[in-house]
């Protein structure tokens, strides 16, 4: 089955830098990778999402990047700002399920 | 607002006992799904559900059980709490299967 690898568990960039996560997945059969943000004491909510027949997606300060040959997918975030402080999961979708990566704690520096 | 509502916030509760979270929404979607959030482990599911009629085993479902009592709500029971299954709970509603997500508030349970 399908399984999802996330990088760095811990993530601390100065306010104004950039972050980037990482995710690696198994399944090729894979179509759909969303990202969620979870800030502290609430609900997972989706930032971005990207399918399988594109390359990146932009919104905002976000980016996602899907490699397809390699089976990795990137969150880039930009200018980063206080209120990104969050808990970032990605996921992959595989037979019509979500398989959830562990999970990256980012840390804005003030 | 269209939402996914779940109930109780928090809850604590003696080892044995047996406990239901309910979670109910209003956006009309037909996919169901139940989550554990335990630090450092991410999300793991529980059960789910693609309408009513559906019910399937998520990767940890043992000690868990569900009903799905109508398009808008589905229950989870602990039959028999136990201590390591204090966890953060979250249901989770989608429009497509393993897409667009929409997550409830989260249930906290202590088993003590």
């Known amino acids: 089955g399908e399984n999802v690898e996330q990088h760095p568990s811990t993530l601390s960039v100065q306010e104004g830098d950039s972050a980037v996560i990482k995710c690696t997945y198994s399944d090729s059969a894979s179509n759909y990778f969303p990202w969620y943000k979870q800030e502290l004491g609430k609900r997972p909510q989706l930032i971005i999402d990207?399918?399988?027949n594109v390359g990146e997606k932009k919104d905002q300060r976000i980016a996602v990047t899907l490699n397809k040959t390699a089976k990795h997918f990137s969150l880039h975030i930009t200018e980063t700002q206080p209120e990104d402080s969050a808990v970032y999961f990605c996921a992959a979708s595989a037979n019509y399920q979500l398989i959830w990566g562990a999970g990256t704690k980012l840390i804005i520096k003030p | 607002d269209a939402d996914v509502t779940q109930t109780p916030r928090n809850r604590i509760t003696k080892t044995g006992k047996r406990i239901m979270l309910e979670c109910s929404q209003t956006?009309?979607?037909?996919?169901m799904y139940w989550y554990r959030q335990d630090p450092g482990l991410g999300l793991r599911l529980i059960y789910y559900s693609f309408d009513v009629k559906d019910i399937n085993k998520g990767e940890i479902s043992d000690g868990y059980s569900v009903s799905r009592q109508a398009q808008a709500k589905f229950s989870l029971s602990l039959e028999s709490a136990i201590p390591n299954q204090t966890a953060l709970y979250f249901c989770?509603?989608?429009?497509?299967?393993?897409?667009?997500?929409?997550f409830g508030s989260g249930t906290r349970l202590t088993v003590v």
């Open positions: 990207i399918r399988s």
């Open positions: 956006k009309g979607h037909d996919r």
């Open positions: 989770a509603t989608s429009d497509f299967p393993g897409q667009g997500y929409t």
